[in-house]
Every structure is written in structure tokens, then in C-alpha cells.
Antibody, heavy 123, light 110 residues
């Protein structure tokens, strides 16, 4: 079955960096776009970043643009998120999610989601 | 970019029907597909509706989605409410390289 397993979360001081990973299995990883979505404690969902199936296109949410970098290794079925210059407001559970495309082949959302990895930015 | 607005919370009794709204602030609700996700406490979100009104396999037909261009909103309806439906529900859409979520509605079944 399709499985997404995030790792790399932890406690980090403001201004420092952290790298998250997502191991994918059960589907042809290189054929799907992949996303990161986060959820701050007690808050709603916020889309973070997307990478095209072949890595040629990447888009970021305004709150992380210039600080976070999404990447993928299709040979290892792995998605990554490099997070630099971390701020307290980046504290959240970070989910990786496979791109959900509509009947015309356009990206519309997310399915499935991993279980998430928790990032806490605090001094 | 537009904003998707959802009511903060809704309460209803088992067996009843509940409808959640998701109102788009600008541009037509029909311009971009709307998805709905269910998030039970402590769990990851899972889609219950995609492409406005399509149910993923495994989602019961008690769940249905629609859009209303007159109110520029999408709706998720759950009929025959069960206690297991108690969760947060998020609408989501896409526009020009941004994937947006509504703020979520907390459903209490009591």
C-alpha cells in the first residue's frame, strides 16, 4: 500500500536549520508531484511547498519563500525539505503528501498524507 | 490569492445531517476544484471529497460535496451522522501555484 514516512523533526533554536525527509513506498514515486503541508499547534493546515514529479518545478508558500528548499531523489524514493533561518512561527507538524490530480491531469490537492514529523523552534 | 472561509464549529446529533460551507473571497468558486479533508484528533488529514463532488474509494456515500456559484461557496454534507464523524474538516483549492486551505470547521457529534 502507499506509504509516506516523515523523519527529521526535533527541537531547534531560532535561526538554525533543519532537514526533513519523507520516504515513499508502494507507488511509482517518480511519476507524482509531492508536497509539504504543515500544521501549527492547535491551528489549521498550511501548504508549504510542492515539487514536480521530475523536480523541474518548485513552488513555495509566501511564509517560507527564500528560507525553505524542497527537493527529491527519485532514485531513492525520497522527498526532502531543507529549512533555514527557522522562526518560532515555523513550529508545526510537517506532513508530506502525494499530489492529487484531477481528471484533466491538473494538480488539485493531496492524497495520501504521511503521519507527520514535529518541528519545534525554541530557544 | 483568494481566501477560503469556513465556520469555526458545528454541532449536531447522531443520525442527523450537517452541511459545512466554504466561501471563496474572490474569483469564482467554479474556477478551481475544491477538495475536503477530514482530520480526526491525533491523525493526519484524509480526503473525503475531491474535484468538488467526487468521493475517494472507501468514503461512504453519506459524504457529498457541491458548489454553489450564487453564494460562491462549496459545501460538504454528511448525512446519517455517526460519532466517528467527529473531526475537523478542511476545504482546499488551488490557484496559480498556491494551494489554499480554509481555516477548518470542528464537527462535534453529540
Amino acid at each position: 500500500q502507499v506509504q509516506l514516512v516523515e523523519s527529521g523533526g526535533g527541537v531547534v533554536q531560532p535561526g538554525r536549520s533543519l532537514r526533513l525527509s519523507c520516504a515513499a513506498s508502494g507507488f511509482n514515486f517518480r511519476k507524482f508531484g509531492m508536497h509539504w503541508v504543515r500544521q501549527a499547534p492547535g491551528k489549521g493546515l498550511e501548504w508549504v511547498a510542492v515539487i514536480w514529479y521530475d523536480g523541474t518545478k518548485k513552488y513555495y508558500g509566501d511564509s517560507v519563500k527564500g528560507r525553505f528548499t524542497i527537493s527529491r531523489d527519485n532514485s531513492k524514493n525520497t522527498l526532502s525539505l531543507q529549512m533555514n533561518s527557522l522562526r518560532a512561527e515555523d513550529t508545526a507538524i510537517y506532513y508530506c503528501a502525494r499530489d492529487l490530480v484531477d481528471s484533466d491531469g491538473y494538480s488539485v490537492g493531496f492524497d495520501p498524507w504521511g503521519q507527520g514529523t514535529r518541528v519545534t523552534v525554541s530557544s | 490569492n483568494f481566501v477560503l472561509t469556513q465556520p469555526h464549529s458545528v454541532s449536531e446529533s447522531p443520525g442527523k445531517t450537517v452541511t459545512f460551507s466554504c466561501t471563496r473571497s474572490s474569483g469564482s468558486i467554479a474556477s478551481d476544484r475544491v477538495q475536503w479533508y477530514q482530520q480526526r484528533p491525533g491523525n493526519s488529514p484524509t480526503p473525503v471529497i475531491f474535484e468538488d463532488n467526487q468521493r475517494p474509494s472507501g468514503v461512504p456515500d453519506r459524504f457529498s460535496g457541491s458548489i454553489d456559484t450564487s453564494s460562491n461557496s462549496a459545501s460538504l454534507t454528511i448525512s446519517g451522522l455517526k460519532t466517528e464523524d467527529e473531526a475537523d474538516y478542511y476545504c482546499q483549492s488551488y490557484d496559480s501555484g498556491n494551494w489554499m486551505f480554509g481555516g477548518g470547521t470542528k464537527l462535534t457529534v453529540l
